[in-house]
């Protein structure tokens, strides 16, 4: 992406020469996302070499819609994402870290991504969908294709297909023999009440798929990275737990995973911030820069495990505000008790320098995580 100007509304340009607009200020960001002029449906939109089956298949779920049809589908699952559903996974996510880390333990060093912020969401997606996790390995390779950004262009199309084939495999198998899970719960909605269309059925499990696939794993990833990078935070944690949940906030706004907002597009002439957009505008909201603004944070550019005003903008905000938020926030939370106490002499296996961010605009994550156990 390269900025072609400065200030809170930036004009940029994205690969591909495509001009669009970047909003950085935090109090533009809340605005645009709060907009209804700005759509999440372009009409033409061009998304690379991929055939309109594809597309329908995966392009129709609820972060690619507006309302009515956003909060249809929104609604059928939002009942098994509140934060009272989701504390009853507690004790299962507790056993699956706890299994994780027993894995570790006697090891000397480990790569805290492939063994443990990778494993841990998903395999608490799969169970909640109702996937085999023993085709985790295989969705990782898709899905890492799929969020990648250009760096992946070439694997796009192939890595998008084979997720399709393989969804609509699953649906196949689960519509014979339904279970008690999300997958099965959704596919009633399609068939006997006929609440969604196949393609938003498809496209739901892949945005699910993918939402609770890329995201939690580098909360956890960037956290742990944040409290190792300087030791004296880790040790701070340790001893005072109860600012675990205030650290959990501080990670989601100096390192959260997702940088930047979906696209969304202007469908009227418009002004973000007292800067006129045209109509058909393509705006991007910059949610790591809105989070680091000096004009809404105290010490923006310091991580502070106290901060207690933070209304960060990490989960997004207005009616696409992240669904799976108490999810992450209660996986992150078991995450980093289990790390702590099981683990307290933990410390960076290299230097935060050696690090290797994985690329693509989306999100924010690493490679690897080298510690010493
Ligand atoms: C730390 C982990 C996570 C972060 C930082 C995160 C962040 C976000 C953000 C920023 C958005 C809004 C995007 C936009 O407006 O363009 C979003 C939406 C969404 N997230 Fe998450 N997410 C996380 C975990 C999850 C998990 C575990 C799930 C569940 C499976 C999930 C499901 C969703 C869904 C379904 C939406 C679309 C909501 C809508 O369009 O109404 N997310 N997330």
């Given at each position: 992406m390269t900025q072609v100007d400065r200030g809170p509304i930036r004009e940029?340009?994205?690969p591909g020469g495509t001009r669009a607009w970047l909003v950085t200020g935090y109090d533009e960001a809340r605005q645009a996302l709060n907009d209804p002029r700005l759509s999440k449906t372009a009409p033409g939109l061009r998304v690379g070499p991929l055939g309109d089956d594809i597309r329908e298949a995966t392009f129709r779920h609820m972060l690619a819609a507006d309302p009515p049809d956003h909060?249809?589908?929104?609604?059928?699952?939002?009942?098994?994402?509140?934060?009272?559903?989701?504390e009853a996974l507690r004790p299962r996510i507790q056993q699956i870290s706890d299994d994780l880390l027993d894995g570790l333990a006697g090891e000397k060093r480990a790569d805290l991504i492939d063994s443990y912020a990778f494993p841990l969401p998903i395999q608490v997606i799969c169970e909640l969908l109702g996937l085999p996790d023993e085709d985790r390995d295989?969705?990782?390779?898709?899905?890492?294709?799929i969020v990648g950004g250009p760096a992946y262009r070439e694997q796009l199309p192939s890595a998008m297909r084979d997720l399709v084939a393989y969804t609509r495999e699953l649906l196949?198998?689960?519509?014979?023999?339904?279970g008690e899970d999300l997958l099965s719960g959704l596919i009633a909605a399609r068939d006997d009440q006929d609440r969604l269309s196949e393609d938003?059925?498809?496209?739901?499990?892949?945005?699910?798929?993918?939402?609770?696939h890329e995201t939690t794993v580098n909360l956890i990833g960037n956290g742990a990275m944040l409290l190792l990078a300087d030791r004296s935070r880790w040790e701070r944690l340790e001893t005072d737990r109860d600012l675990l949940p205030a650290a959990i906030e501080e990670f989601l706004r100096y390192e959260g995973p997702v940088a930047y907002a979906t696209s969304r597009f202007t469908t009227e002439p418009m002004e973000i911030g007292g800067r006129p957009?045209?109509?058909g505008a393509s705006v991007f909201v910059g949610l790591a820069e809105a989070n680091r603004d000096p004009g809404r944070f105290a010490d923006a550019a310091d991580v502070d495990l106290t901060r207690e005003q933070n209304p960060h903008l990490g989960f997004g905000?207005?009616?696409?505000?992240c669904l799976g938020a108490p999810l992450a926030r209660l996986e992150a939370q078991i995450a980093f008790t289990g790390l702590l106490d099981r683990f307290p002499q933990m410390r960076l296996d290299g230097t935060v320098d050696e690090l290797q961010w994985?690329?693509?605009?989306?999100?924010?994550?690493?490679?690897?995580?080298?510690?010493?156990?």
């Open positions: 940029i340009e994205i909060t249809r589908l929104r609604r059928l699952v939002s009942a098994a994402f509140t934060a009272r559903r989701i295989t969705f990782r390779s898709w899905t890492n294709v196949a198998q689960r519509r014979e023999r339904p938003e059925l498809t496209s739901m499990v892949f945005l699910l798929l993918i939402a609770g957009l045209p109509a905000h207005g009616i696409h505000y994985r690329p693509g605009m989306l999100l924010r994550g690493l490679f690897h995580l080298p510690v010493t156990l």
